[in-house]
């Protein structure tokens, strides 16, 4: 649940007005278009970076003949860039993710590249 918040004032009389709101957070998740998963420590993997509460998540990445090559419900996991263990092709990869967030589903869609 989004937190919510009691807000009170009081005026030159002395009345108290008390007043419930609800946050919602406005949120912008971020996918890079590169990585490089050569085993470095940096950029080795791609994933999703959100720094909101969510309710949901899904991520799935396919190859440009669209053969899914990734999929999972974790936010914190990502995609190593290889296919049934195997080391996949340098190239433009699609993904598409799913994120319920504030009760609203939210659909991102985009390309990555996959360098070496």
Do not use: M
Request: charged fraction near 20%.
């Amino acid at each position: 649940f989004p937190p919510a918040f009691q807000l009170q004032a009081t005026d030159e009389n002395g009345c108290i007005s008390a007043f419930g709101i609800l946050a919602r957070y406005i949120c912008n998740p971020y996918i890079p278009n590169a990585f490089s998963p050569n085993g470095d420590g940096r950029n080795d993997l791609v994933r999703v970076y959100n720094t909101c509460p969510i309710e949901g998540f899904e991520i799935a990445i396919f190859n440009r003949w669209g053969g899914q090559v990734y999929q999972s419900d974790d936010i914190n996991s990502g995609w190593d860039g290889r296919n049934k263990g195997e080391i996949a092709p340098v190239g433009v990869y699609v993904y598409s993710v799913q994120i319920i967030e504030n009760g609203q589903e939210k659909v991102i869609s985009g390309e990555v590249n996959l360098l070496r």
